[in-house]
């Protein structure tokens, strides 16, 4: 469809090659899509209009591959981006898909797995950034437990700091122009996962040698799933400085990980998510971390993708539509009306003040009987969001 919501390089959409190359199987049957090559999935991306490509280390070269084979897969890797202008923003390992990680990887409770995860990770942050990457992520996906007999969860915890300080010291001797982002999931594959949300990714980051080279990579789906509003956990890591990338999908609260298209199931908090990513000026990447159902043929893969995009454009969209809306500003402004007759009291503290404070007299009976409107608030948004405004 050739309108006004075609994705462009400025939008930064990018998908991983697991998302569109995903063959569609899942724990109760076999793929029903035949798989494509990376080559053949940075041209799939290409022609929906993409702007990057991301990738584990094993969706580009497969584990066991020699040297020589590595470097030829990767020279037909970048002679198609270099054909199709697609770039790699973002490149992650796979510390999850091997049987060897079936305990973790960073906080396997065997030290030669352990140390597999780390050297693997050292290789696999070394084809990101040959192939350009700039942000590295790191979704713990099986660093977890089904029982907590089996693991210390301080241990586990001390693991895990261990190996992301080395990663740090490895990108500032190397001398890469890298960041970590961190990635939460509450559980799946394993039946709890360590640091379950993108809170608990921000309390662990500051306890880092190098806090300042590790962000976090909030996703939709994630957040959900732990029944939580994705929107403000992104709000805090956005306030904070600390959101390096973001996993873009959808999932119905209180099922399995569902990984659908964006805007699939919740379009007002997939609205008020684009809001506050373009109100707020997020410059990394709209990485859709989703594929397209398993009843689709790579046709309906494309429509995937390029629904993904067309829906973050159109929300984008409403949001400025919402903000300039003069019935919805109007509103907002009384909402927010201030006198400034208390201003005295904010702001830093001083004794004077906390004692001006404690003498002045407030009619709280009077303070709560203000009716709020945002019953009338919440009604012109969904207006707008169904078009009749
Ligand atoms: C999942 C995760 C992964 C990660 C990916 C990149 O639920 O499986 O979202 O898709 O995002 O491994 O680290
Ligand atoms: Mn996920
Ligand atoms: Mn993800």
Known sequence: MADKYQPMPEHKFTFGL???????RDPFGEPTREPLSPVELVYLLSEVGAYGVNFHDNDLVPIDATPAERDKIVADFKKALDDTGLVVPMATTNLFGSAVFKDGAFTSNDPKVRAYAIQKTLNAIDLGVELGAKIYVFWPGREGTESDATKDPVTAIKRNREAMN?????????GYDLRFALEAKPNEPRGDIYN???GH???????????ELVGVNPEVAHEHMAGLNFTHGVAQALESGKL???????QSFGRYDQDFRFGMVNIKSAFFLVKLLEDYGYDGSRHFDAHAYRTEDYEGVKDFARGCMRTY???KEKAAQWNADKEIQALLAEINADDGSMDKYFGAYSADKAQALKAQSFDRNALAKRGMQYERLDQLTVELLLGVR
């Open 313 to 315: 454009l159109i929300l």
């Open 244 to 250: 390096f990338h973001i996993d873009l999908n959808d």
């Open 18 to 24: 697991w998302t569109v190359g995903n063959i569609g």
């Open 196 to 198: 379950s949300t993108t």
């Open 166 to 174: 080395f990663f740090c010291e490895y990108v500032l001797d190397k």
């Open 201 to 211: 990714m921000l309390a662990f980051i500051e306890t880092l040698d190098h806090p």
